[in-house]
C-alpha cells in the first residue's frame, strides 16, 4: 500500500490531497478566511448561561455565538477558572501547575447558571467548526495534539489508544507516559506511539509542555475574543495525524510550504524527509499530473459510478444521508442472484467507506444494500465494511444490517462536508446541466465490459472531440482497451453526433444494446 499526499497552493487556498494508491481517499482544502478551525483556543467572553438548554452562549468574534455545553465545561472547572484568572492578572507566572492548588471538581450533573455569569472570561477550544447556520462548538476542556501524545492540563488520567491490541505494549506505554509526565497534566497515548522508546516520547511531550506555555504567556495582554492558538498549518496537522511508514511520496508545488514541510518532516520522521518533492513543472499542473482533478469529477455528485458498471446514489437531507447500492444493468456473470448482489454490495461497500472519507459525511449514514437472503453473506459484507472503514480516523460506529438490508453508520461531524459541484453545463442545451463530460469516458468503457466477450467484432460511433481523446497518446484509451479485452475496436468519428452521444454496433453494423 503506497500513500501518497499531493499539495497544491494558490493565492487565497491550499488544496490537500491524499491517495492511497493512486487514489483519491480524502481532499482537504485550508483558505485564507478559516479562522476557527478544530483544535483552535480562543480567550472569550460569556455571552450569556441558558438555564433550559444547561449550556451558554459564548462569543469568540464569529458571526454567530459559540455553543458551550455543561457536559464540555470539564471536572476540573473551577480550577481552570482560577489558573485563568491569575494569570491573566499576573499573579501567576509558574505554568507548570506544579505549585498550583486545584480546587474542588464540579458537580457532573449539575446547571450550567451556577457556575458560569454573563461577561465571565474563559478560554475555550473549538471541537466542531461552524456548520451551516451554526456557530463553532467549544469546549473548556482544552487538549493540546502531538504525534505520539495528547496533553490535556487539570488532569492526571494516562489513557491509551484503544487500537493499540497488545496488553503489554500499553502497559509499557502507560509506565513510560507516567514516568515522564508532570503534575497536573493528563495524557492520551495515541496509536502511532505503538513501539516508541521513551526518549521519542519525551520530546513530543516537551513540545506540547512548550506549546502550553507560550499559550499561557499570551493571557495577560490577549483582548476579548481572540485566538491565543491556533492549530498547526493543514500539512503539518495532516502529516501528524496520518502520516505513517506507508507514505512514499509528498509532493508540493509552492516552495515555501516545501521547505515548512520538510521541517517539520524532519522533527517528526527525519528519515522520511527525502520523500518530499518540489514540483516544478509548468507545463502540467500537479492535480492534473496525478489524476486529482478527474477523480474529483467522477467522485463527487449525486452519481458515483463504481466498476462493474454498479453505480452509488447518494442523497443528502437535513437529518441524515441516504446511498442507495445499484447493480445496474450489468450482465450477470455470477452463477446466481444471490452471488451477483454479494459482489456488487462488496464493491460498493469499499467505495462507501471511501466517499465517507472524501467528503468527510457526518451525523447518520444509511445506506441500501442489494438484498441478500444468506446471513452468512450479510455478515461477510459487514465484517467487510468495518475493515474498510477502519483507517477513518473520524469515530464511527457500524449497525449491522436490518431485516430490510439497510446499513445504519453514525460518523463524527466536525467541519463542513466537502461539496463539489461537479454538473455542468449541457454543450446540447444551455436550459439544462449534466453529469461532467469526462465521465463519458468510464461510460465508454463500463458499456464495453458488458457487450464485448459477446460479439466477435466491436466498433464504436462517437462525435470527433471524444474519438480523438480515445485514439490519443500511447498506450491510448484503445489500447488498454485491446490488452484488457484482447479485441480490438474500431472507432469511427461522427459529425452527426453530440459531444456526449456514443453507440456501439456489431460486424453486422446492426446497434448494440447494453440491456
Given at each position: 500500500?503506497?500513500?501518497?499526499?499531493?499539495?497544491?497552493?494558490?493565492?487565497?487556498?491550499?488544496?490537500?490531497?491524499?491517495?492511497?494508491?493512486?487514489?483519491?481517499?480524502?481532499?482537504?482544502?485550508?483558505?485564507?478566511?478559516?479562522?476557527?478551525?478544530?483544535?483552535?483556543?480562543?480567550?472569550?467572553?460569556?455571552?450569556?448561561?441558558?438555564?433550559?438548554?444547561?449550556?451558554?452562549?459564548?462569543?469568540?468574534?464569529?458571526?454567530?455565538?459559540?455553543?458551550?455545553?455543561?457536559?464540555?465545561?470539564?471536572?476540573?472547572?473551577?480550577?481552570?477558572?482560577?489558573?485563568?484568572?491569575?494569570?491573566?492578572?499576573?499573579?501567576?507566572?509558574?505554568?507548570?501547575?506544579?505549585?498550583?492548588?486545584?480546587e474542588k471538581e464540579i458537580d457532573k450533573d449539575g446547571a450550567v447558571a451556577d457556575i458560569l455569569s454573563a461577561n465571565q472570561s474563559i478560554l475555550v477550544q473549538v471541537i466542531k467548526e461552524p456548520i451551516s447556520t451554526k456557530g463553532p462548538r467549544i469546549s473548556c476542556e482544552l487538549s493540546f495534539a502531538g504525534r505520539f501524545l495528547v496533553l490535556v492540563p487539570f488532569s492526571e488520567r494516562v489513557s491509551v489508544s484503544q487500537k493499540i491490541e497488545s496488553k503489554q505494549e500499553k502497559d509499557r506505554l502507560k509506565k513510560l507516559v507516567q514516568s515522564i509526565k508532570q503534575r497536573g497534566f493528563g495524557v492520551i497515548v495515541r496509536t502511532v506511539a505503538e513501539g516508541k522508546n521513551i526518549a521519542e516520547l519525551e520530546k513530543d511531550l516537551q513540545n506540547l509542555m512548550n506549546r502550553w506555555t507560550a499559550m499561557s504567556k499570551k493571557l495577560p495582554t490577549a483582548h476579548h475574543p481572540s485566538k491565543v492558538l491556533g492549530e498547526l498549518n493543514k500539512a503539518s496537522s495532516i502529516l501528524r495525524d496520518v502520516f505513517n511508514d506507508t507514505f512514499t511520496s509528498i509532493q508540493i508545488d509552492d516552495e515555501e510550504l516545501y521547505q515548512e514541510t520538510?521541517?517539520?518532516?524532519?522533527?517528526?520522521?527525519?528519515?522520511?524527509?527525502?520523500?518530499?518533492?518540489?514540483?516544478?513543472?509548468?507545463?502540467?499542473?500537479?492535480?492534473?499530473?496525478?489524476?486529482?482533478?478527474?477523480?474529483?469529477?467522477?467522485?463527487?455528485g449525486r452519481t458515483v459510478s463504481m466498476s462493474k458498471g454498479a453505480y452509488l446514489i447518494i442523497e443528502h437531507t437535513e437529518a441524515l444521508h441516504v446511498i442507495d447500492v445499484n447493480s445496474g444493468n450489468r450482465s450477470n456473470k455470477a452463477n446466481n442472484q444471490e452471488d451477483t448482489a454479494l459482489e456488487v454490495n462488496m464493491i460498493a461497500a469499499a467505495e462507501i467507506a471511501r466517499q465517507l472519507r472524501l467528503r468527510d459525511m457526518g451525523g447518520i449514514i444509511v445506506v441500501d444494500f442489494i438484498d441478500m437472503k444468506d446471513p452468512d453473506n450479510r455478515q461477510v459484507l459487514f465484517n467487510f465494511l468495518r475493515e474498510e472503514m477502519s483507517d477513518d480516523k473520524a469515530k464511527h460506529k457500524i449497525l449491522p444490517p436490518s431485516k430490510f438490508g439497510l446499513v445504519q453508520i453514525t460518523r463524527q461531524r466536525v467541519r463542513p462536508e466537502v461539496n463539489i459541484e461537479t454538473r455542468e453545463e449541457n454543450p446540447n442545451n444551455l436550459a439544462s446541466d449534466i453529469d461532467a463530460p469526462i465521465q463519458i469516458i468510464d461510460k465508454i468503457g463500463f458499456s464495453l465490459e458488458k457487450i464485448i466477450n459477446s460479439h466477435k467484432k466491436v466498433t464504436l460511433n462517437v462525435h470527433p472531440f471524444v474519438a480523438a481523446y480515445l485514439k490519443k497518446g500511447f498506450p491510448s484509451l484503445r489500447s488498454k482497451w485491446f490488452f484488457e479485452h484482447k479485441k480490438w475496436v474500431k472507432i469511427i468519428p461522427r459529425d452527426a453526433y453530440t459531444y456526449l452521444e456514443y453507440h456501439f454496433f456489431d460486424e453486422k453494423g446492426k446497434e448494440i444494446s447494453e440491456k
Open positions: 500500500m503506497n500513500k501518497e499526499l499531493i499539495i497544491r497552493s494558490s493565492a487565497d487556498a491550499v488544496d490537500f490531497a491524499l491517495l492511497k494508491d493512486g487514489k483519491l481517499i480524502e481532499l482537504h482544502k485550508e483558505e485564507e478566511t478559516s479562522n476557527f478551525q478544530v483544535g483552535d483556543i480562543f480567550i472569550a467572553k460569556i455571552r450569556k448561561p441558558v438555564a433550559g438548554l444547561n449550556a451558554a452562549f459564548v462569543n469568540v468574534g464569529y458571526e454567530k455565538d459559540a455553543f458551550l455545553h455543561y457536559h464540555d465545561l470539564g471536572p476540573s472547572f473551577t480550577s481552570y477558572l482560577k489558573f485563568i484568572k491569575l494569570v491573566s492578572a499576573g499573579k501567576l507566572k509558574d505554568f507548570s501547575l506544579k505549585n498550583f492548588q486545584f520538510k521541517d517539520y518532516l524532519a522533527e517528526i520522521a527525519p528519515e522520511k524527509q527525502k520523500i518530499v518533492k518540489f514540483y516544478q513543472s509548468k507545463d502540467t499542473p500537479l492535480f492534473e499530473k496525478y489524476h486529482i482533478e478527474r477523480q474529483i469529477k467522477t467522485s463527487f
